[in-house]
T-cell receptor
């Protein structure tokens, strides 16, 4: 059973650019959540996808968007990058029905995004 | 809305000593409670979780936590720490569906 993987590991962008981060869920998991972890802080919930549909969103602007594909892999897209977007971006996958704790949330290693 | 407060940003402790990492939460509805550990340059690993039932929860690596509803606390404990326990620990709450709210973290530093 493979774990949650994320790519790339590190990324450097400049202000105003756009970025796409990728997440491959653990086998059999149909729910993926994305989190932003700024330096020295806890992760902040960005949004969640369940069976290719957005299923909840945290306090992040619309320039943060996502996709979930039929194989349950996922993308996080951020447009018009700002300096404050520099952070570790974590994805987490889980199985079972959204809203039920039939499983544990498994985190990937994260993508470190630096915006200059 | 839910919130999590981790009362200590850093906890230094000597090897083989006991440790307690404190966590308080605020919520108007029932919550599920979690502790995660993050080693340098890695993602989060679940240590333990409280969903219902017994208020004393045992997790991996010898950690345990006790849910106290009246004090809205979920403190993490280990009777004897090792150097390898040095890491960042996050308390988290969720009302269901893995839209998790995390605390700011507590850095546990185990000294030889």
């Amino acid at each position: 059973e493979t774990g949650v993987t994320q790519s790339p590991t590190h990324l450097i962008k400049t202000r105003g650019q756009q970025v796409t981060l990728r997440c491959s869920s653990q086998s059999g998991h149909n729910t993926v959540s994305w989190y932003q972890q700024a330096l020295g802080q806890g992760p902040q919930f960005i949004f969640q996808y369940y069976r290719e549909e957005e299923n909840g969103r945290g306090n992040f602007p619309p320039r943060f968007s996502g996709l979930q594909f039929p194989n349950y892999s996922s993308e996080l897209n951020v447009n018009a990058l700002e300096l404050d977007d520099s952070a570790l971006y974590l994805c987490a996958s889980s199985a079972g029905l959204a809203g039920e704790f039939t499983d544990t949330q498994y985190f990937g290693p994260g993508t470190r995004l630096t915006v200059l | 809305a839910q919130s999590v407060t981790q009362l200590d940003s850093q906890v230094p402790v000597f090897e083989e000593a006991p440790v307690e990492l404190r966590c308080n939460y605020s919520s108007s509805v029932s919550v599920y409670l979690f502790w995660y550990v993050q080693y340098p340059n890695q993602g989060l690993q679940l240590l333990l979780k409280y969903l219902s039932g017994s208020t004393l929860v045992k997790g991996i690596n010898g950690f345990e936590a006790e849910f106290n509803k009246s004090q809205t606390s979920f403190h993490l404990r280990k009777p004897s720490v090792h150097i390898s326990d040095t890491a960042e620990y996050f308390c988290a709450v969720d009302t269901g569906g893995f839209k998790t709210i995390f605390g700011a973290g507590t850095r546990l530093f185990v000294k030889a």
